[in-house]
């Protein structure tokens, strides 16, 4: 696992920009997106660019369940409004929040994966090192299914909702083994509230308390950071660009 870390979170995406730049005209028709606020600023930086994604199949890491895709607190309404409105992509699959059929819908998904094996997968990371939704205790050899959120990812996602009873207490997510499976993993982290979770999962055991410890065990997967989310690591364990 190579871990790179720039000055800010604009250069850092700008990097992780790059590698989607790279894949991209190189070949790479699937892409796994991740929501949250740390990809806000490499999905602008990706709608600013030329690249043309009309060829490529976007498939998300996890939904809310019970959300519909026009609520605005929704997955599906992030891509849409901070990626999709801006780079039209051939194919884009998404949990359906709104389906009560989880036997159904999760393995409806992991068909997708299995028919579209990932070429990138980009990944944010919970203050707890979950990556999805797949909290601490996730099995490593999980696949899509609906998951129980912990209070402390309630709380820190309360942040996107008018009150914390708003945030929803279960979610689709794909597994720990699903993402796993992709050909390269990149992992993006920004600000010091990620600090101790980089930390544990580029320096820690790899344990299934910590999911992204998992990384480590993944022939091509980096982190990239900025110097806040990388203040408990040594500057030998990084590359500065
Ligand atoms: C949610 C998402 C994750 C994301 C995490 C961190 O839990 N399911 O995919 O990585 O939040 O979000 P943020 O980037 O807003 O800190």
Redesign the pocket.
């Given at each position: 696992m190579d871990i790179y870390v720039f000055n800010n979170d604009y250069e850092a995406s700008q990097y992780a920009a790059d590698i989607v730049r790279e894949t991209l005209v190189s070949g790479t028709e699937v892409f796994g997106l991740?929501?949250?606020?740390?990809?806000e600023k490499l999905y602008k930086i990706l709608t600013e660019t030329d690249l043309d994604f009309s060829q490529a199949t976007a498939i998300n890491?996890?939904e809310y369940y019970g959300l519909a895709p026009d609520n605005e607190q929704s997955y599906a309404y992030f891509m849409h409004k901070y990626l999709f409105s801006g780079k039209k992509f051939g194919n884009f699959y998404i949990p359906n929040g709104l389906n009560t059929n989880a036997e159904e819908e999760t393995s409806n998904y992991d068909n997708i994966i299995e028919n579209n094996p990932i070429d990138l997968q980009l990944?944010?990371?919970?203050v707890n090192g979950?990556?999805?939704?797949n909290e601490p205790g996730s099995p490593l050899d999980s696949k899509t299914r609906l998951v129980d959120l912990t209070s402390e990812?309630i709380q820190?996602?309360r942040r996107f909702f008018n009150s914390i009873d708003e945030v929803p207490t279960q979610?689709y997510s794909m597994g720990v083994s699903s993402v796993m499976g992709a050909k390269r993993i990149v992992m993006l982290a920004f600000g010091e509230q990620?600090a101790k979770a980089v930390q544990m999962t580029a320096k820690g055991p790899v344990t299934a308390e910590v999911p992204a410890s998992i990384l480590q065990t993944h022939s091509n997967s980096i982190i990239i950071l900025d110097q806040a989310a990388a203040q408990f690591l040594d500057p030998s364990d990084y590359q500065t660009l």
């Open positions: 991740a929501t949250g606020s740390t990809p890491l996890d990944l944010g990371i919970g979950h990556f999805g939704f990812t820190a996602n979610a990620k």
